[in-house]
């Protein structure tokens, strides 16, 4: 009856609504996540750099004639960056060169200022470092040639990729872009955030909670309602919802309780449920299904805290695959994956450490307060040793 | 001249701009970035659970009236989680419970739906796992008690934390927000990214590479200028940017190039210069000082890509402090600390190993596409082995 969590993982991976892809425009674009790719190949659009490129603040001189055992020059002129290249007329004299800019025609090497005594429009060489030609010149083409493929689709958009999205020319880019949104929070106990609850209430906490993980994750778009636990209300939200978003996602209401109406409903209006409940502490009642006809991906949490947040992270956050070493020995007997919460350290060792965090019970959301993420320990096993490692899930 | 890594780190650290504490509502609010933090301490409004909290669905009864031996319960009604608490009118009977509900007073233990049969108004634990009292029960305050500090002011705003402040009722938070910035890209070589450059032009990517981090690092605010290489342009730009921004990072401009106007004009207009140069590579012209007039913190980054990013995470951005595991040896002679692109790997045994990436020079930017960060190699040093650990700064 309950599915493994690799059995639940991958069912989830071929439903999941594929990512939309859009053009953003390079020079306005907002807030890009580190979970968000590129849509299409990027390609130079000419050779890197584009001309033989000054690297050094000095001056520019024939090889030959600085072989040769001269170390005076005389000045022709300036070439800064963004100057159209100029050309040595005499090949005993030298042009005084700024970084970036092109090499002039008729010299091959690049003599720093630091190394120079620059008098009366001479450039004398005061220091006689080993030179060879081509110092401090950056050959037109030896980074790149021009229609080589720089970055494939796929690539997340660190910020070095950006820039190089930008010295390429791709002022429009296709970038691939999470779906659309909503979360649903279910159950009468739940009061507004700025509420007084009734002692017997709660503040709605969770779709909250989901929210701030899936914005820090990329997704632009996230909606929140609050549904009481009455079947009309819940039938008449889903089949507005259902036509506007590529993804619902519940927090509550699935369990075996009398009031967990959804998963009764959702089969009413013609979801495919493809599974309910995975062999895990917590988020044992998760619920997953698909409105084909919609082509909207139904996803219901349990309503506690902890479990809500776990679900979403372990199954639905694109998050690098990370092991942390244990710290100490955990015991957990139950046939389940237990997903532990734990403080993780980077050490000085160029390691990963987690430590569990002292927990009740997984309806202590205030214990997470001080976690950093948490860890799965396999189902199979019910000793896990000191030193063993184990996948890590960070936070967002 | 040239200041070590970490004097020009303490010195940067000293001057940097406040960030700016303001109000956030938590419902309403937006992408709130892992950099950004608590600009308060947070308590507790009250016990947590606030109640006696049943964590089953099932049945709630006496302690005493299960221990005595008796296995068939009476219903009395149904208590679901929002409902106002209720009585065990009689001892020897119990109360269906759901999960989140009040445990009905006269009650002490909740058996689970799994380990009863419920017909006619009655329910018989057919079950016979060994129980204790309070099982099941979440007992009011044992989480934490009102008025206790749940966290301190500075922590990170992951969505843990994001769902607790909203099940404290914080409505209303003051977080810290990174401070205004302005990016100025200098260089009469750059064209913009939609334009086609002449074969001694580049396209304008620094300043977006950059705004692409600190995106990513949580600040909201951050413009763009482009500035021809004319000191009247950069000075009038100047005298208006101080007063509208805590922070001006410019790109390109502190070389010892003829046209590198920057620090001459800063001065000139009263900025105090702190340091100028950096025994590190790239960045080593680095620029630093404060307008104190105008309380603007002024940044001079060279204009070469790798550089301008290197130096902004090392030196700007709030990153974790994470050590990275040489995979091969690495020789770098000169006396200076030694910023090397890498790719990283997560592997199994919960390390971090590093690779570096093939550069030719720091001119090569296109060689950051295959990288995920830079590792800092000591100035002391000229030989650094395979397997040592060294300070890893992951792109944003």
């Known amino acids: 009856m309950l599915l493994d969590v690799s ?33 299409q190949t990027i390609v130079s659009d000419r050779a890197y750099p584009p001309y033989h490129r000054v690297m050094m603040d000095g001056i520019a001189v024939a090889w030959s004639a600085y072989n040769s055992g001269q170390r005076i020059f005389a000045i022709e002129g ?3 960056a963004g100057m159209p290249p100029v050309t040595l007329s005499d090949p005993c004299a030298c042009w005084e060169v700024m970084t970036g ?24 060489v005061v220091q006689d470092s080993p030179r060879r030609s081509l110092d401090y010149v950056h050959l037109k083409g030896s980074d790149c040639s021009a229609g080589q493929e720089i970055m494939p689709a796929g690539s997340v958009i660190n910020s070095p990729r950006y820039g190089i999205l930008a010295a390429l020319g791709y002022s429009q880019v296709a970038i691939c872009h999470p779906p659309k949104v909503e979360l649903i929070a279910t159950g009468d106990e739940l009061v507004a955030i ?3 609850p009734e002692p017997y209430q709660i503040r709605s906490s969770n779709v909250y909670a989901l929210r701030s993980a899936l914005h820090k994750s990329g997704y632009a778009e996230v ?22 978003n590529q993804l619902l996602i519940y927090s509550g209401g699935v369990s075996q309780g009398k009031r967990d109406y959804l998963p009764q409903i959702w089969q009413e209006l013609g979801v495919t449920q493809l599974f309910h409940g995975i062999a895990q502490r917590p988020g044992k009642p998760m619920w997953f299904g698909v409105d084909q006809q919609y082509q909207t991906v139904i996803v219901g949490l349990p309503g506690n805290p902890v479990s809500s947040l776990v679900c979403l992270h372990r199954y639905f956050l694109k998050l690098p695959k990370i092991w942390g070493k244990l710290t100490e020995k955990v015991v957990f007997i139950p046939n389940l994956t237990y ?17 569990p965090v002292k927990w009740q019970n997984s309806g202590d959301f205030l214990a997470l ?3 950093d993420g948490f860890i799965e320990l396999p189902q199979e096993r019910s000793e896990f040793r000191a030193g063993e490692c184990f996948p890590f899930y960070g936070w967002q």
Chains 1, 2 share one sequence.
Request: one cysteine or more; glycine letters at 6%; aromatic letters at 4%.
């Open 101 to 124: 800019a092109v090499l002039p025609e008729g010299t091959d090497l690049v003599i720093p200022y630091e190394e120079l005594k620059i008098t009366g429009g001479q450039a004398t």
């Open 339 to 355: 997903f532990l919460p734990v403080q993780c350290t980077y050490t000085a060792q160029g390691e990963i450490t987690v430590q």
């Open 194 to 196: 700025a509420a007084s």
């Open 369 to 371: 307060a001080d976690s």
């Open 7 to 39: 059995t639940a993982e991958r069912i989830i991976q071929q439903h999941l609504p594929n990512w939309r892809v859009s053009d953003v425009d390079l020079a306005e674009a907002g807030n890009l996540s580190l979970a968000q790719t590129l849509a």
């Open 78 to 80: 300036l070439a800064a």
């Open 223 to 244: 909606g929140i309602v609050h549904l009481p636990d009455d079947p009309a209300a819940i039938r008449q939200h889903y089949q507005q919802a259902r036509t506007q």
